[in-house]
């Protein structure tokens, strides 16, 4: 049975899914404008810092005023639901002690996220990590915590990770053998040291767009210097198994029509290293000129006929092969971002599967210098004005004591690092009590001895 039929039951029975939501930013309000239209999914709360921000999200996505009223305690929050209407809060742990089935992560905050998601596991909730910053930095973990409780850990449906996810199980499911798996960006090399005082004049917005938009320049700089597309290669090598390539992301410029042509192994005339890997393709040329039929806010999974037999059927059925008939692609031109996240939540609760989730601790994403960094220097996470993540290998990053970007939130420099350098633990001053410290600990310590006991 579908989605829409079990939520249409569960509406019928007057037993719907319980959806709560911390953070309210652009992915939130995506999400909301679609929540209150989707029958047997009622949105019981926001948790959002401003609360005044969390009301004026729902207004601006189509709710009435009067459908939803402010609450402190998870008493209030369940008293105001059961009334029909959505709660805000201050509080996002009283939401998450709130009569809940599934909580969606939106905050973007790697550190918070953490003490969100495990908080909300650990209270037998649902987690939809929107926030694959902290996937990024301690998916495995979450996701081994969650199968413990017995609840799901997911990635969300409308993000690239979740989307690719869903590519690759649909190949592997068939019988192909994946090549290589990502999506499309913007891409030009001196992105990687966009700020956010000069990412609105790269993507050519004016004032007055950026006044009238619910627009973050400093996640929106993260888009564009590479962090987020390290982040989100991330979470789709650790969800899947594909091993990043040992140069990390290379951007090729490369067109719709091209995929099967260009990635793949270099043996067969492709650029890459190795089968079986994860790339982000570049909607730019290098001169700046557009790629033809670029793939910009799409993702796609490269896959290999198993036989001359499968060879045949693909020239039969009209599918778009490299020169030799051996490689073809699957795309999708475009994701809906928060638009698409109730499937992650209706998959949670009613099929108590995850659309996407951490499974091994392979990939991870370190910190490059933007710029000359000195001691007292404060550094300002993903975006920021003084780091961006590149992909790596995991026992890369962990062997040479790699900086994790999930951790550059103002941790203080102690040592100098120069622009283009990469950052290491013995670089900076970091809080050791935080959860996502201790949990990151133990994540590399597992690895540390799993190399160790392979020598």
Known sequence: MNFYSLLKQREQIGNPVKVGVIGAGKFSSMFLSQARLTPGMQLVGIAELDVTRAKNSLERTGWADETSNFADKAGDINDTARNGRVAITSDALELINADIDVILEITGNPEVGTLHAVKAIDAQKHVVMVNVEADCLLGPSLSRRAQKQGVVYSMAYGDQ??????????ARTVGFEVVCAGKGTRYQPEYHYSTPETVWGYYGFSDERVADGDYNAQMFNSFLDGSKSAIEMCAVANGSGLLPQKVGLEFPPV??????????????????EHTGTVEVIASEKRDGTPVARDLRWGVYVVFKAPTSYVERCFQEYGMKTDASGKYSALYRPYHFIGLELGISAASAVLRKEATGYA?????????IAKKDLNPGDILD?????????KL????????????????????????????????????????????AYSLRNELEAELLQELKNQT
């Open 161 to 170: 990770p979740a989307l690719i996810a869903e590519q690759l199980d649909w």
């Open 255 to 272: 067109a719709i029509d091209d995929l099967s042509d260009v990635l793949k192994p270099k043996v067969d005339g492709g650029i890459l």
């Open 381 to 389: 996470g993903e975006g920021g004005y003084t780091v961006f993540g």
């Open 392 to 435: 790596k290998r995991a026992h890369d990053s962990v062997s040479e004591n790699a900086l994790p970007l999930g951790l550059t939130g103002r941790a203080r420099m102690i040592k100098p690092v120069k622009k283009g350098d990469l950052l290491t633990y013995d670089h900076v001053e970091l809080n050791t009590k935080s959860l």
């Open 359 to 367: 499974q091994q601790f392979l990939a991870d994403v370190s910190s």
